[in-house]
């Protein structure tokens, strides 16, 4: 009977025969899902007999993770900030960026708002995470995909958010009001070069439609940007994850248009991604 440690190890090597990134990594993930514990807890179990059953769950695991599957969808779910999300080939996956363009909002808005709109929701994360900061506000979430919003419904239920979030099929603000104190998306950005040069993980299994824009991956951006102005209140805040080469468009954009407070901020991996703007 084999060790954890043996099987992490056989685990690891696997995937990186198949080409998964942080092969390592990917396994401790795999592997803390089956047992039914935190990564971390596997360091404590290295010894620990692998019976038939554990492998039993761990086998199909891996053989979707090999086949480029998403780990957040092999894993069905995946935090973000201080959420538990489900994730499936449903919606966009919540990344990093994102979680830093919610902190961004958070930052900026010295007071909760009384009204706030996610645009493009997919899982729900950026709506539900103002939602738990703010509870007194109400938020909207838009999209136009309505197995999205079902996901997004069973993250509001899962995170005891379903009262604090109204979920409206929209193709951006066809739905929408006006008066929100902040709108706020992760819209499609993308390049279809960049799509065709993704990761099988991005270009196999995540929906087409939530990543990739036309007019050089701005033609989304720049529908928010002209479409938010008149449904802002005053003084309220426009917040847009972006590409890695659209800020000088959208800054030029945002000034035409009127706005003030213009910001284009790098990720913390120093690439151009989020874009700031308030209506006077």
Not at 13 to 34: S, T
Not at 130 to 147: I, M, N, T
Not at 232 to 248: K, N, S, V
Request: proline fraction near 6%; aromatic fraction near 8%.
């Amino acid at each position: 009977m084999l060790s954890l440690l043996e099987i992490l190890n056989k685990t690891a090597d696997y995937f990186a025969q198949k080409g998964v990134p942080q092969p390592r990594l990917q396994a401790e993930w795999i592997l803390a899902e089956a047992l039914g514990c935190r990564r971390l807890d596997l360091f404590l179990r290295f010894d620990k007999p692998m019976e038939e059953g554990i492998l039993a769950k761990i086998r199909p695991l891996v053989r979707r993770r090999a086949a480029r599957e998403p780990l957040q969808y092999v894993l069905g779910n995946w935090q973000f900030m201080d959420l538990k999300l489900r994730c499936d080939p449903r919606a966009l996956i919540p990344r990093p960026e994102t979680e830093e363009l919610v902190a961004g909002v958070l930052e900026r808005m010295k007071e909760p708002p009384a009204k706030a709109l996610d645009l493009g929701t997919g899982t729900g994360a950026i709506a539900l995470s103002l939602a738990k900061a703010w509870p007194g506000c109400a938020l909207e979430a838009f999209d136009v995909s309505e197995e999205a919003l079902a996901l997004a419904r069973e993250n509001a239920a899962s995170n005891a958010l379903a009262e604090r979030v109204k979920f409206i099929v929209s193709d951006w603000f066809a739905a929408a009001g006006e008066g929100y104190g902040a709108i706020v998306s992760n819209p499609p950005y993308l390049t279809r070069e960049e799509w065709a040069q993704a990761e099988p993980e991005v270009r196999d299994w995540e929906p087409q439609g939530a990543l990739v824009a036309e007019d050089g991956g701005l033609a989304d951006l720049a529908k928010i940007v002209a479409g938010a102005f008149a449904r802002l209140a005053h003084d309220g805040l426009l917040a847009l994850e972006t590409g890695i080469a659209q800020h000088a468009a959208l800054r030029a954009l945002a000034e035409k248009i009127g706005y003030r407070d213009i910001e284009c901020r790098s990720d913390l991996s120093g690439r151009p991604r989020h874009f700031y703007a308030r209506k006077p």
